[in-house]
């Protein structure tokens, strides 16, 4: 593990390893401590540092699974250019205004997707990683809905580390259709690789 983050969120990404579930699930209770443990130590260095790292692990996420999306190069080429704007919104070289437009536009593209068939859930749950992430560059972290239940929460609010599991096992684990190997692995790398490089605010945003 990246020896530049704070021993408390290392501590933190160790207790929400050990708590994957069977299922290969990352409880959404241990995700919310994640991401207040990011939040709580970050505030003392400045008010937009939680937001940035948020945002870097946001971005992060989408990109390990645009892949999934490969079926549909249309969709894929959009979700690319949705993240480049993003990386771009982060360091003030894109206006927030036409992100959000775009996004809102994206994000019709990818529901569109559906129209296939469920050959086309897991293309669609990778393009709502992306959507998820814009979301978060834009809008930054919704705290009272990390930690529910996906099933209480409309899924356009689901969170993009969420979104991303979705794509990497290729269903939730309610249907019962698998999965949690790759699940168990997604959630693993998000722990012990994705955070940390987000925590690493040096890090270059486009070679995650």
Request: aromatic share 10%.
């Amino acid at each position: 593990m990246n020896m530049r983050i704070p021993q408390q969120l290392a501590a933190a990404i160790d207790n929400a390893a050990a708590s994957i579930s069977q299922d290969g699930e990352l409880p959404a209770s241990e995700r919310k401590v994640i991401l207040v443990t990011i939040e709580e130590l970050s505030k003392v260095e400045h008010s937009n540092a939680g937001y940035l790292r948020r945002a870097r692990l946001a971005i992060t996420c989408a990109k390990e699974v645009l892949r999934h999306m490969s079926p549909y190069e249309n969709v894929l080429e959009s979700a690319r250019l949705m993240l480049a704007h993003g990386v771009a919104a982060l360091t003030g070289n894109y206006e927030f205004k036409v992100l959000q437009k775009e996004n809102g536009a994206f994000h019709t593209k990818v529901v569109d997707l559906l129209s296939q068939g469920e050959t086309a859930f897991v293309a669609t749950y990778a393009g709502m990683t992306v959507f998820s992430a814009i979301n978060t560059v834009l809008y930054d972290t919704n705290f009272d809905l990390i930690g529910l239940d996906a099933k209480s929460v409309d899924p356009d609010d689901w969170d993009v580390g969420y979104y991303g599991s979705l794509a990497a096992s290729g269903s939730a684990i309610w249907e019962a259709k698998g999965g949690a190997e790759s699940r168990r692995v997604y959630w693993t790398w998000y722990l012990k690789a994705a955070i940390p490089f987000a925590w690493d605010v040096q890090s270059q945003l486009d070679r995650p």
